[in-house]
């Protein structure tokens, strides 16, 4: 059964700083993995999707890389800032006979103080 | 561009009652998928559907049911509450697979 843990549970950090979220999965045989943030009250919006065959992905400050065959993934954010601050949920794709389906982590809470 | 909406967005139900949750979407997705969010934990899939007509279950089925018959609409039915069904439920959509999936901003539910 594919599991996902998202490491740390909660992290706070001053403007500016560079972070990493980390994602660990349990079985390598995926689709692909996607980033998402999640603000209080919302649904979830996609960040970043890297295909099984992708090492990384970037968009803006944001960096993510896949190491499948150690079933890692990290999210990098460059220069934090205050509207940073949201969860940020890690899943990985599996395909199933119909569609796929989305494993989720419990999710990195991201707090960026000013 | 309204994306994925859920109605209602908040609701209290008491032990035993039924409701249906909506989810309408615009984008001429083929898939919809629902899930439920427990506090501190990740999403997990309670139904899916490929289609108009086609449904399946996901990984916690239990007390739900769906249906579609229609691109747009994938309604999600409680049909006997149970508190343990307390959640934030989620709709998502996509065109293909496995493609990102667009979310809806959730129907908070409290089962008293």
């Known amino acids: 059964k594919q599991e996902v843990t998202q490491i740390p549970a909660a992290l706070s950090v001053p403007e500016g700083e560079n972070l990493v979220l980390n994602c660990s999965f349990t079985d390598s045989a995926i689709y692909n993995l996607q980033w998402f943030r999640q603000d209080p009250g919302k649904g979830l919006t996609s960040l970043l999707l890297?295909?099984?065959?992708?090492r990384e992905q970037t968009s803006g400050r944001l960096n993510a890389s896949l190491d499948k065959s150690s079933g890692r993934s990290t999210l990098y954010i460059a220069a934090s800032q205050p509207g940073d601050s949201a969860t940020y949920l890690c899943a990985v794709a599996l395909l199933m006979e119909y569609g796929n389906k989305l494993v989720f982590g419990a999710g990195t809470i991201l707090r960026v103080k000013s | 561009n309204a994306g994925v909406t859920q109605t209602p967005k908040f609701r209290i139900l008491k032990i035993g009652q039924s409701m249906t949750l909506q989810c309408t979407q615009d984008?001429?997705?083929?898939?919809m998928y629902w899930y439920r969010q427990d506090p501190g934990m990740g999403l997990k899939l309670i139904y899916y559907s490929v289609g108009a007509g086609i449904t399946d279950k996901g990984e916690v089925p239990n007390g739900y049911n769906v249906s579609r018959s229609t691109t747009e609409d994938f309604p999600l039915r409680l049909e006997l509450a149970a508190p343990s069904q307390t959640s934030v439920y989620f709709c998502a959509s996509s065109y293909s697979q496995p493609v990102a999936q667009h979310f809806g901003d959730g129907t908070r539910l409290s089962i008293l």
């Open positions: 890297i295909q099984s065959s992708q």
């Open positions: 984008m001429n997705h083929n898939y």
